[in-house]
């Protein structure tokens, strides 16, 4: 897996916006992605999967794109939310075996109010 | 579903000292996984275990470190002599075989003096 520096890159967004939170994965044979949201004191949440079969997929005021050609993964935010202030974590997996997620860097979302 | 419990959420120990941190999965979750998690390093899997059989333990950072799962509802991770660089929140994470999404704890919180 990936370390994480001491600094986390961060991403200020004004309340109600749209928030971009991106992620650069590092097995080309990974084929199953998931975002995690942790918020201050608690474990990482799960937010949104995807398979590789898929390039978009839709939540709850949440988007997964998946580029597999250039190994990016993309979670967008509608509206943010003062609530929705936390480090974003992508993680991802090959599904055959028993492989176990592998956690990327993550990145600190902060939401003015 | 009360979730992944970890106990204690905090443990403050001196150098030297043993420390035993305690995990109870989701019932019916056949995977569990133990994480360690700093500013430096970010979420490092230390250990899982898939039916209560250890499978992969390649990111024990040392003999120092040890873990059990003696049931499937049950598992400790343990440190002995513990240091300074333990130093980090661990975190406990199940999941359900057929299904690859994680359910994380609230971690402990451990600091070593």
């Known amino acids: 897996g990936e370390s994480v520096g001491l600094h986390l890159p961060t991403l200020s967004v004004q309340e109600g916006d749209n928030s971009i939170i991106n992620c650069a994965y590092s097995?080309?044979?990974?084929?199953?992605f998931i975002w995690y949201k942790q918020e201050s004191g608690k474990g990482p949440q799960f937010i949104i999967d995807i398979r590789s079969n898929m390039d978009k997929r839709q939540g709850q005021r949440v988007t997964v794109l998946l580029n597999k050609t250039v190994k990016h993964l993309s979670l967008q935010i509608a509206a943010t939310q003062p609530g929705d202030s936390a480090v974003y974590f992508c993680?991802?997996?090959?599904?055959?075996?028993?492989?176990?997620?592998?956690f990327g860097k993550g990145t600190r979302l902060s939401v003015i109010a | 579903d009360a979730g992944v419990i970890q106990s204690p959420r905090h443990e403050v120990t001196e150098m030297g000292q043993e420390v035993t941190l305690r995990c109870k999965p989701i019932s019916g979750h056949d995977s569990l996984f133990w994480y360690r998690q700093t500013m430096m390093r970010g979420l490092e899997l230390l250990i899982y275990f898939n039916n209560n059989v250890p499978i992969d333990d390649s990111g024990m950072p040392e003999d120092r470190f040890s873990a059990k799962m003696p049931n499937a509802s049950f598992s400790t991770l343990k440190i002995q002599p513990s240091e300074p660089r333990d130093s980090a929140v661990y975190f406990c994470?199940?999941?359900?075989?057929?299904?690859?999404?994680?359910?994380f704890g609230s971690g402990t919180r451990l600091t070593v003096v």
């Open positions: 097995n080309s044979a990974s084929d199953y």
């Open positions: 994470a199940s999941r359900r075989d057929r299904t690859y999404g994680y359910t």
């Open positions: 993680a991802e997996k090959v599904l055959s075996g028993n492989t176990p997620l592998v």
